[in-house]
């Protein structure tokens, strides 16, 4: 049986073991408090950011997924959680497959224009910095880096809270593109890539639907019988908009195509 260790084994990480436990993997998670791990899962509690509580992990693994989150919203809980997590686990073990859980935050784009796995990086914000330094780490070490946009589900239920209690805002003139994929995609694309023959080294993870922030509110508002977001005339940016074109072509189809289907399965 292929072995495999999802480092940072949070949410997502469970709904991954879900999904590969019955071909054909053992899932080995990782994570500072593993006892809240169950089966499949084999928990294993040790500290991204102290090398000398890894060291259960050390030696070969089938494929590896590297999927930390900070322990703060500071350059220093990011770096902490991102680019040194990672080069203390490098040190450690060895992999032929190992993907890297990034995000789109490593564009600096925000006029509206699309992007793909070719467009230039600039991010402007320390969290994308930080995120694209660890992206460079894990492709020296021959890593896959899977570039999610803003992940939404079960448990992430932010947009459809500010919309049910009035405090959702949205300027409609120029739009603001949004990119979403919904947490059971994620873990699906994650299990897709492990399976994958022939993969690149970056992949942008998003559905197949970008769409304006306040064509995805207002969509919501109806659902829920309630009213329309209010106008931020104070908004800035256009966000972009990203292209999945490389990941569907290697042969993924989305669960949750746009955001209507994804956001109809959180509704009564």
Request: contains cysteine; charged residues 25%; aromatic residues 8%.
């Amino acid at each position: 049986m292929k072995r495999l260790l999802i480092a940072g084994c949070g949410d997502l990480g469970q709904r991954l073991a879900a999904v590969v436990a019955g071909k054909g993997w053992q899932v080995t998670g990782l994570r500072r408090r593993a006892e809240v791990l169950q089966a499949p899962i084999r928990p294993l509690s040790a500290d991204l950011s102290r090398p000398d509580t890894l060291v259960p992990v050390a030696g070969h693994w089938d494929a590896v997924v590297y999927q930390a989150t900070p322990d703060e919203r500071s350059e220093a809980g990011y770096r902490r959680a991102y680019r040194d997590g990672l080069a203390n686990l490098l040190e450690l073990i060895s992999t032929p497959r190992l993907l890297f859980v990034s995000s789109t935050a490593v564009y600096g784009e925000d006029q509206g224009s699309w992007v793909d796995e070719d467009t230039p990086p600039e991010p402007q914000r320390f969290n994308g910095q930080i995120m694209l330094e660890a992206e460079d780490l894990a492709g020296s070490a021959g890593g896959i880096c899977v570039r999610f946009s803003g992940i939404y589900g079960p448990g992430r239920e932010y947009l459809l809270r500010s919309v049910r209690t009035g405090k959702a805002r949205c300027r409609r003139t120029p739009p603001q593109w949004t990119n979403r994929i919904h947490v059971d995609d994620c873990a699906g694309v994650l299990a897709h890539l492990l399976d994958l023959d022939r993969a690149e080294p970056v992949y942008c993870a998003t559905d197949n639907l970008p769409a304006p922030r306040c064509e995805v509110l207002d969509w919501l508002a109806t659902r829920l019988g309630v009213e329309p977001p209010a106008e931020d005339d104070q908004a800035e940016g256009c966000g972009k908009r990203i292209s999945n074109r490389r990941l569907t072509s290697s042969g993924y189809r989305f669960l949750y195509p746009d955001f209507r289907s994804g956001y109809a399965s959180l509704l009564p």
